[in-house]
């Protein structure tokens, strides 16, 4: 990602980067975008993720199950790369609903080179995209989750008495 957020920089693309990563990540990446004069924070693990929310408008993110559903819901449009090495690749098959119903972009991680760049270029040459994203995610709701778990879970106690 930073050698991408360089190429957004050197193409007058202005960004301001709220990046998550390891502890031993924090001196290159710091010193990566210093030299580079962009805007950027760098956090660790945080027990409040949605002050990081609150502040952004568009996220580049793992496409586990739980994180999409937290941006969904707080209505932020976001690119999913999915974790090749997931089991049954079902962060593959996440993002690929997510995009599927127009919540997200998917940019599997072995075209990141290739398309990431691109895209960060077409969502600033037209914004109207992120408000698309956000439209349709408004339709979307998980209201109804648990009463879903407890009609399956019923389905299962009732299937297994018989």
Do not use: W
Request: hydrophobic share 35%; aromatic share 10%; with cysteine.
């Amino acid at each position: 990602l930073p050698e991408i957020f360089k190429e957004c920089n050197e193409s007058k693309i202005s960004l301001k980067i709220y990046q998550q990563c390891l502890p031993e990540q924090n001196k290159f990446l710091t010193s990566f975008y210093e030299n580079l004069n962009i805007d950027f924070e760098i956090f660790n693990f945080s027990n409040n993720i949605l002050d990081y929310f609150s502040k952004i408008n568009l996220a580049i993110t793992r496409s586990g199950s739980s994180m999409l559903a937290e941006l969904i819901n707080a209505r932020i449009p976001f690119i999913s790369v999915p974790l090749p090495s997931s089991a049954d690749d079902h962060q593959l098959k996440n993002a690929i609903h997510y995009e599927k119903n127009g919540y997200s972009y998917l940019i599997e991680e072995k075209d990141l080179n290739k398309k990431l760049f691109q895209l960060i270029k077409k969502i600033h040459e037209d914004t109207s995209l992120l408000s698309q994203i956000i439209s349709k995610q408004r339709q979307y709701s998980d209201k109804s989750v648990y009463e879903n778990i407890d009609k399956q879970i019923n389905k299962i106690i009732n299937n297994e008495e018989h």
